[in-house]
């Protein structure tokens, strides 16, 4: 499985940008797509999750803010970002979990808000 994430870049505070997470390959059995994001010096943080069954989970600084989604005839999961912060700058990486224990992440995008 192969994941190319884009759609990062520089934006001011308060606006929007969609990050997008093409997946590749065997994508039979997923059973969990995410997104992280990671600054400096820090661990990876998970950002939001989302079900096979369209459910979804959000840290709780980006709720009411971001939105992830899927769309499975483009096997492509989304991250709509909106009333973005400064706070929320940081590389964001997609991941995808499969049956039985496939673990796969995408190459990082930067996203850097400005105040």
């Known amino acids: 499985v192969q994941l190319q994430a884009s759609g990062g870049g520089l934006v001011q505070a308060g606006g929007s940008l969609r990050l997008s997470c093409a997946v590749s390959g065997n994508t039979a059995s997923i059973s969990l797509m995410l997104w992280y994001r990671q600054t400096p010096g820090n661990q990876r943080d998970e950002v939001a999750r989302?079900?096979?069954?369209?459910?979804?989970e959000y840290k709780d600084s980006v709720k009411g803010r971001f939105t992830i989604s899927s769309e499975k005839t483009k096997n492509t999961i989304y991250l709509q970002m909106n009333s973005l912060k400064p706070e929320d700058t940081a590389v964001y990486y997609c991941?995808?979990?499969?049956?039985?224990?496939?673990?796969?992440w995408g190459q990082g995008t930067q996203v850097t808000v400005s105040s």
């Open positions: 989302l079900y096979t069954d369209g459910s979804a």
């Open positions: 991941h995808v979990r499969q049956v039985p224990r496939g673990s796969y």
